[in-house]
């Protein structure tokens, strides 16, 4: 399926969602993001059958930032570098943010500015070892955005933060699996394959609670830890109405693998 700078495939259970702009490096523009939102309208339509999202670039690259093309005519003092943001950024940050289903980003090549973000959405993010990540807004005077000021100090805490959006250097893949940034990195070759048999593995699972489990993660740092068991508590009561609570149940008492439906 095809919109414009995007591609959206399915793969069984799983949605596979590429940005396509190679001739910029999958560098996002409005009409990207326009196409995005039109990909998520897809898999929220099939969102019975869809069970995991991979996010990926076409190329060479997973994303380089926004499209800065036409950018060099901006009068100081007068134009709004932020304007796009809450329009047509955030939108598609805040959908990926509350999907249904759990979310493999599949960093294949350069991260960077909102590329950057982009890939830190994921629930499980996984790097080809060449790829590397940028906070490049400093590079063009600006300062970081679309949620990396959120992401960041939570994943890698206050002083990677900082030293990344005020140096704007590199991160090598395999530095920021050190750091704890990212879940796994594999050889170029063999990301995709990989990326696949993960979303699979998830996509096979208990989504209804994979689901739950991703809100709880994301509503954490905002909570006090009796929000939090609050919270626990009744995404556990949603969790164990589910038919696949019983499925598991009966699967560990019999010693055999579970065959999870996602009711």
Known sequence: MQFKHVTLEFDGPVAILKLDHQEVMNAVSIDMLGSLGEALDEIDDKKAEVRCLVLTGAGRAFCTGANLQGRNNQKPGRSNAGAALETA??????????????????????????????ALMGDMILCARSSHFLQAFRRIGLVPDCGSTWLLPRLIGKARSVE?????????????????????????????????????????????????????????????????????????????????????????????????KGK
């Not at 950024?89 to 909102?114: D, E, K, Y």
């Not at 394959?193 to 993960?198: N, R, S």
């Open 164 to 260: 990344l959006s005020l140096m704007g250097e590199r991160l090598p893949a395999e530095k920021a699996l050190e750091w704890g940034l990212v879940n796994r990195v594999y050889d170029d070759a063999t990301l995709m394959e990989e990326t696949m048999k993960l979303a699979h593995e998830l996509a096979n699972g208990p989504t209804i609670a994979l689901s739950l489990i991703r809100k709880l993660y994301w509503d954490s740092p905002e909570n006090s830890f009796e929000d939090q068991l609050n919270l626990e508590y009744e995404s556990q009561r949603i969790a164990g109405r589910a038919e696949d609570f019983k499925e598991g149940v009966t699967a560990f008492l019999e010693k055999r693998p579970a065959k999870f």
């Open 89 to 118: 950024f955030h939108p598609f940050l805040r959908r990926l943010r509350n999907l249904h289903c759990p979310i493999v980003t599949s960093v294949n090549g350069p991260a960077a500015g909102a590329g950057m973000s982009f």
